[in-house]
C-alpha cells in the first residue's frame, strides 16, 4: 500500500479495491471509509443526474447531505465534500459546480526507459526497461489523486516519442487498455504522444500530411487504436520543434499537419492536442533581429480559424519555456477563433527541481488575470510525479498538483492563499500557529526563488540543459535564442516597437503596460527592456542595487525559512525529506546570490550600497 494520498486525503485509509469499476462505486466506498472519521454524525446520499455531466450539486439538511451529479459528477462531489467535512469548512446549504474546462490534463514526460525528462521525483510510474512496469495499486492511488481535484485526462508518455515509445498505439494497446481501465473508474482517460513520422517506420517514405498514403495509415491507426481504448482522449504531439520531425519538412504549416491527424481522431470523438512550443534552436546569438518568444506568435496566429474543431494548440504559459517569470504568452490572446489550452510545467524544471520550494499558484493567477479564464478550453500541466516514495519528491510540490486541479476545475475559485491554506489543513492539520507559518512559506517561496535566481525578467541564467544553479553566461553563446546581453552598462533586450517588436504581439492594453517605463512591473523590467545599471527605479533604487538587494533577502529568506521549518511539528517522514532539501536549497541559493551579483559586480564596478561581500 502507498499512501501517496497522505497529502491531502489522509482521512482514506484504504486503497480503492480493483473490483470496483465506476466512479459512482468509488464515491460510495470513498463515503464509506471516510465518513466514521471525519464526520460520524452526517450521512451523505448520491443522486444520480446524468444531465449533470461532470458537475455536481451538494444540499445539506442537517445532518443529511445530499450529493446530485453525473456518474463522475458524483465521485468529484463526494471527494470535495469530505475534504470540506476534514478541513472544516461549513458546508453552504445548496451549492452547484461545473467545471470550468473540458480537459484537465495532466502530461507525463515519461520515457519507455523509466526515465523522465525533467523528473525531480524518480523514475517513471508507468514505465522500466523498454516497457510497461508499474504497480497497479499506486496507479489507483494516482487516478484517486487526480479525481479528487477534478483532473480527468492523463498523457502517459514523454512529447519526445522515442523508440520504442511509438509502439504505444501499435503492439502494445493491450497494455494501454488495462492501464485505461485502472483510470477509468476515476474519470480519468488517457492521451498518447505520437510521433509525427511514425508512418516511416512502416515502409511510407514519408510523413508529408497532404500524402494519401500518409493519411491512410493514420486513419487505420486510428481505428486500430479506438478499438482497443474506444474513451482514448486522444493524441498529444510536438512537431517541428527541437528536432522533432513534423509538416515543416514537407513545405506544410500546423494546420495542415494537425487537421490530418485530427480528421483520422475525429470519427472515434478523439481529441488532437498540439503543442506550440516552435522556434528556431539553431539560432546564431549574433543574431539580434530573430527574437525567440516571437515564434510562436509567427507559426500560428495567422491560421487562427484554419484548424478542425478537435484540434487544440497547447501553448505554454509563457513565450519562453516556463521560466521564473514569463509574461503570458501573446498566441494565447490572439487566436480566437481556435481551441487553446494553456500548458504550465508543474515539474519544477526552472524553478528548482522539487529541492527548492515553489509553489505556484500565484504565478497562475497572475497570468489567468492578464489572459481571461475564458481564452482557453483547455489546461494542460507537465507532472512533476514519480517513483520516489514521496510522489511528488518534495512533500510541498503536492501543493502545485492539487492546486492545478482546483485551478483547471475553476481559475476563478483557486486563490494561492485559498489553495495553501486547504492543502496544509488537509495534509498536516498543524495548529493554527503553525499552519501559518507553512502557509506563509508556501506564498513566499516563489518571490523568494525568484529573488535569488536571475533577475528581473532576465531569465536563462541556469546552468545549460541540467536548469538547476546558477551560469550566468551559460546560455548566452548558445543557439537556444536565449540571450540577456548583458555588457559593462546594461542588461536586458528591448522587445518594445523600439527593439525587437515583441511587445506588438499583444493587445493594446498590455502591449502599453509592457511598452512604458510607467507601467512595466519591475519583474518583468529587463524582459522587455534594455537598461543601464545606474537606471533609477520607482522606489528609488538603482537597477544594480536591486539585482544586489533581491539576491541578498532571497538568500536570507531561505535562512529563515529554514529556522522556521525547523520548528515546525510535520510528520517525521516528511520533515526528513523537507529539511534534506532544505539543506540543498540553501546552498543553491547562497551560489546563486554570490554568482548572479560578482557577474553584475564584475560588469558594473559599482559597490553594494550595503557594503555586502560581492566578489571579483
Ligand atoms: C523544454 C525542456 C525539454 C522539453 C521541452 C518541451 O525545452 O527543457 O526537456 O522537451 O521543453 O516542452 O517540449
Not at 510521433?195 to 517506420?201: E, G, I, L
Not at 503536492?398 to 494561492?416: K, Q
Not at 540543459?465 to 548566452?476: A, F, L, R
Not at 529556522?563 to 529539511?579: H, Y
Request: glycine content about 8%.
Amino acid at each position: 500500500m502507498h499512501t501517496d494520498f497522505r497529502y491531502w486525503l489522509p482521512f482514506l485509509t484504504e486503497d480503492v479495491p480493483a473490483a470496483l469499476t465506476t466512479p459512482e462505486s468509488v464515491a460510495r466506498f470513498e463515503l464509506k471509509q471516510a465518513l466514521p472519521r471525519i464526520a460520524p454524525d452526517m450521512s451523505v446520499t448520491l443522486c444520480r443526474d446524468d444531465s449533470m455531466g461532470e458537475g455536481f450539486r451538494v444540499c445539506r439538511q442537517g445532518n443529511t447531505i445530499t450529493i446530485t451529479g453525473g456518474e463522475v459528477g458524483l465521485l468529484y462531489g463526494a471527494y470535495r465534500v469530505m475534504m470540506a467535512l476534514y478541513a472544516g469548512e461549513k458546508l453552504p446549504a445548496d451549492h452547484a459546480q461545473q467545471p470550468k474546462y473540458a480537459l484537465r490534463m495532466i502530461d507525463n514526460w515519461d520515457n519507455a526507459d523509466g526515465d523522465i525528462e525533467r523528473g525531480y521525483s524518480g523514475r517513471s510510474l508507468m514505465f522500466e526497461g523498454g516497457r510497461f512496469d508499474y504497480d497497479p495499486i499506486r496507479l489507483r492511488g494516482l487516478a484517486r489523486l487526480m479525481a479528487s481535484v477534478g483532473l480527468n485526462v492523463l498523457c502517459i508518455n514523454n512529447v519526445n516519442v522515442r523508440n520504442p515509445a511509438h509502439r504505444l498505439i501499435e503492439d502494445w494497446l493491450p497494455q494501454l487498455a488495462e492501464v485505461a481501465a485502472i483510470f477509468r473508474p476515476f474519470g480519468v482517460r488517457l492521451m498518447v504522444s505520437i510521433d509525427y513520422a511514425q508512418p516511416m517506420r512502416h515502409g511510407i517514405d514519408t510523413a508529408d500530411p497532404l500524402n494519401e498514403r500518409v493519411q491512410a495509415w493514420w486513419n487505420e491507426q486510428c481505428r486500430v487504436v479506438y478499438a482497443a481504448i474506444p474513451d482514448l482522449a486522444g493524441f498529444l504531439v510536438k512537431a517541428d520543434s527541437e528536432h522533432r520531425p513534423g509538416p515543416f519538412t514537407y513545405g506544410r504549416n500546423h494546420a495542415e499537419g494537425a487537421n490530418m491527424l485530427a480528421r483520422a481522431l475525429k470519427p472515434f470523438g478523439g481529441n488532437l492536442v498540439w503543442r506550440c512550443f516552435v522556434y528556431n534552436c539553431q539560432q546564431d546569438w549574433r543574431d539580434q533581429v530573430t527574437d525567440r518568444p516571437m515564434a510562436a506568435y509567427q507559426h500560428y496566429v495567422y491560421l487562427d480559424g484554419q484548424f478542425e474543431d478537435n484540434v487544440i494548440l497547447q501553448v505554454k504559459n509563457g513565450p519562453f519555456d516556463f521560466q521564473v517569470r514569463e509574461p503570458v504568452s501573446p498566441t494565447l490572446l490572439a487566436m480566437p477563433e481556435t481551441n487553446l489550452a494553456i500548458e504550465w510545467q508543474l515539474a519544477q524544471e526552472y524553478t528548482g527541481h522539487q529541492i527548492d520550494i515553489y509553489a505556484m499558484m500565484g504565478m497562475w493567477q497572475e497570468v489567468m488575470a492578464d489572459l481571461g479564464a475564458d481564452k482557453v478550453m483547455a489546461m494542460a500541466a507537465v507532472s512533476n510525479l514519480g517513483r520516489d516514495e514521496c510522489i511528488f519528491g518534495h512533500p510541498f510540490a503536492a501543493v502545485n498538483f492539487f492546486g492545478y486541479g482546483l485551478l483547471s476545475w475553476d481559475p476563478d475559485n483557486a486563490a494561492a492563499g485559498d489553495v495553501a491554506r486547504l492543502w496544509a489543513k488537509l495534509t498536516y492539520r498543524l495548529d493554527a500557529k503553525d499552519e501559518d507559518t507553512l502557509v506563509g512559506i508556501l506564498l513566499e517561496s516563489r518571490g523568494a526563488y525568484e529573488k535569488y535566481t536571475a533577475p528581473l525578467g532576465v531569465c536563462w541564467m541556469v546552468v545549460p540543459h541540467e536548469h538547476y544553479g546558477p551560469s550566468p553566461d551559460g546560455y548566452e553563446y548558445q543557439a537556444w535564442g536565449t540571450y540577456h546581453r548583458a555588457s559593462r552598462d546594461a542588461v536586458g533586450i528591448d522587445r518594445t516597437a523600439k527593439g525587437t517588436g515583441y511587445a506588438e504581439q499583444y493587445p493594446a492594453e498590455l502591449r502599453d503596460r509592457y511598452s512604458s517605463l510607467e507601467t512595466c512591473p519591475d519583474e518583468l523590467l529587463l524582459w522587455f527592456q534594455r537598461q543601464r545599471y545606474d537606471y533609477v527605479m520607482r522606489d528609488g533604487r538603482t537597477l544594480i542595487q536591486r539585482i544586489y538587494d533581491d539576491h541578498f533577502e532571497g538568500y536570507e529568506w531561505v535562512e529563515a525559512a529554514e529556522k522556521k521549518l525547523t520548528a515546525l511539528p510535520l510528520p517525521e517522514a516528511d520533515k526528513a525529506i523537507v529539511m534534506e532539501r532544505m539543506t540543498r536549497q540553501k546552498k543553491n541559493a547562497r551560489e546563486w546570490r554570490d554568482v548572479i551579483n560578482s557577474f553584475f559586480y564584475r560588469f558594473s564596478g559599482a559597490e553594494d550600497e550595503k557594503g555586502r561581500p560581492l566578489y571579483l
